[in-house]
């Protein structure tokens, strides 16, 4: 396949190149100005909502060479095996995706706070790869962000060291981030949860923690990623390396399966939203118009929850709810939906909401009568980090542009060879990240360390952006100003920051910064 470095190093990047290139756009329902419709050709809710399975642990004599430590620390050892695999992601059909243990999405990693991890992830894909995880605070050789120097080669393996010394545990996801192509390689399937727990979030008893876990019926605690994507007539995943806007899709899945069904019990359900969609944006609610709380930001718990009854949820945001179904009936015809009502028919950004149009994301079959051990006390996270605005000695302003159809930031394409920002261990920075123009979206996402936005456009922000962040939607014409503190002596050298529409971040929007001691 032609990829986009091989574009760009032959500079076919002529707006004349990529029509003959490209051809026709595949969604052809967004040509026709089709409002998500979903895919045509699947019945939906025929499939049960796959729950990805949990990652165990090998003994690392199972893995020659892979680092051991003495420092005292507690460390688990992991092996991946990344591959292609033919797997049902439509009903009765067989898609041939990549994934990590070749399934999609790969297997959640259950990590705690102050426990590391080592993952041994072995390439037996067709070109490079590269593992990101993405909410962590990551040392950077184990960052796997898009630097060609942490790409693995097929038929190698990277040792990923994961310190998960993060402030607060929280639901974090892992992809790839190889350079120019990771749009393609996510879209194949190349994701899949992290969640860190921590004993603060044990003690709040939220549904599915340890107390609640024991009751029959579960889980209770249910990650649950939102994925569009286009579907040939061979029931084959179609992505166009030559569309830079933005890869929407018409087929919505979620953990895999197209518009699933959970059966659920009359009680409190955690759900972990992550939006793991390559350019799309969503409006999340429940169909019966009934609140629910939000819990949880990209990093970790809130302070206190709130009651809502819809959110945004950009590109590699996450957002956690409890939702809580004790209020409905339990019985054959008690259906509840998960709807998107945001509109978006090309990658420059969604069109609005549209609260009419309610789309079909999923099912929940209130069926059963189960106890519910769980809460959602008053208050949440306690040990969120406290950046101080008075302490920070750095102000930097990133502007995120378009320019000849490509991207960039402050009017320059990322160059792995090239730092963008020098910050030193310790420090406080505010960081201004604005939007070109153009009615473009830009989600922002900064690698190695989470932060609190202290405002959008002067006004203070609500809701689960209020939460510890790492990315930051930027509609058109968007100021936003962000606020961290680089803490952690074992995280220095290079991270990346990007656009987290993965066509814009291939297209080098996307900056490298060195944290120095
Ligand atoms: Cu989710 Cu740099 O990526
Ligand atoms: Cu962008």
């Known amino acids: 396949m032609l990829n986009r470095r091989d574009l760009l190093k032959a500079g076919l990047f002529s707006s004349t190149a990529m029509l003959h290139l490209g051809g026709a756009r595949f969604n052809s329902w967004a040509l026709d100005g089709g409002k998500n419709p979903g895919n045509p050709n699947v019945i939906p809710f025929q499939a049960s909502l796959p729950i990805p399975v949990t990652k165990t642990p090998v003994s690392p004599a199972t893995l020659p060479g892979v680092p051991l430590f003495n420092d005292g620390i507690p460390t688990d050892y992991f092996s991946v095996n990344v591959h292609q695999a033919l797997v049902q992601l439509l009903p009765g059909k067989q898609t041939l995706i990549w994934g990590y243990d070749g399934i999609t999405p790969g297997p959640t990693f259950q990590a705690r706070l102050g426990r590391r991890i080592v993952v041994r992830q072995t390439n037996n894909l067709p070109s490079n790869m590269n593992v990101h995880h993405h909410g962590g605070h990551t040392q950077s050789l184990s960052d796997g962000s898009a630097l060609p120097a942490l790409e693995i080669p097929p038929g190698n393996f990277r040792d990923y060291i994961y310190d998960n010394d993060d402030d607060v545990g929280g639901t974090h996801w892992y992809h790839d981030h190889t350079l120019d192509v990771t749009g393609h390689n996510v879209f194949m399937g190349l994701a899949g949860f992290y969640i860190l727990d921590s004993a603060t979030i044990d003690n709040l008893n939220l549904p599915g ?278 803490t952690g002596a074992k995280q220095l050298g290079e991270y990346v920051f990007h656009c987290h529409n993965i066509e814009h971040e291939d297209m080098r929007m996307m900056g490298l910064f060195n944290v120095v001691a």
């Open 209 to 486: 923690g340890p107390v609640d876990a024991n009751v029959a019926g579960g889980p209770f605690d249910v990650p649950l990623v939102i994925q569009d994507r286009t579907f040939d007539a061979n029931n084959q995943l179609v992505y166009n390396p030559f569309d830079h806007n933005g890869f929407i899709g018409n087929t919505f899945l979620i953990n895999g399966a197209v518009q699933p069904k959970l059966r659920v019990g009359n009680r409190k359900y955690r759900f972990r939203l992550l939006n793991g969609s390559n350019a799309r944006f969503y409006q999340i609610s429940i169909s019966s118009g009934r609140s629910f709380q939000i819990i949880g930001s990209d990093d970790g718990l809130l302070k206190a929850p709130f009651e809502a009854t819809s959110f945004r949820l950009g590109p590699a945001e996450r957002v956690e709810i409890v939702v809580d179904f004790s209020f409905y009936v339990p019985g054959p015809n008690t259906q509840v939906f998960l709807d998107n009502t945001m509109i978006q028919t090309e990658g420059r950004g969604p069109d609005g909401v549209d609260p009419t149009q309610p789309f079909h994301l999923m099912r929940f079959d209130v069926m059963d009568t189960i106890l519910d051990n769980s809460t959602v006390p008053a208050v949440l996270e306690t040990g969120l980090p406290v950046f101080n605005r008075a302490e920070a000695v750095r102000r930097r302003t990133f502007e995120f542009n378009r320019s000849d159809g490509a991207w960039q930031v402050n009017s320059r394409f990322f160059d792995p060879n090239r730092i963008d920002a020098t910050v030193k261990l310790n420090t406080t920075e505010i960081w201004t990240l604005k939007n070109g123009g153009g009615g473009w979206f830009h989600p922002i996402h900064i690698h190695r360390n989470g932060f609190f936005i202290l405002d959008r456009n002067g006004v203070r922000v609500t809701g689960h952006e209020a939460g510890l962040k790492d990315v930051f939607v930027l509609a058109g014409g968007d100021q936003v100003n962000v606020i961290t503190k680089y």
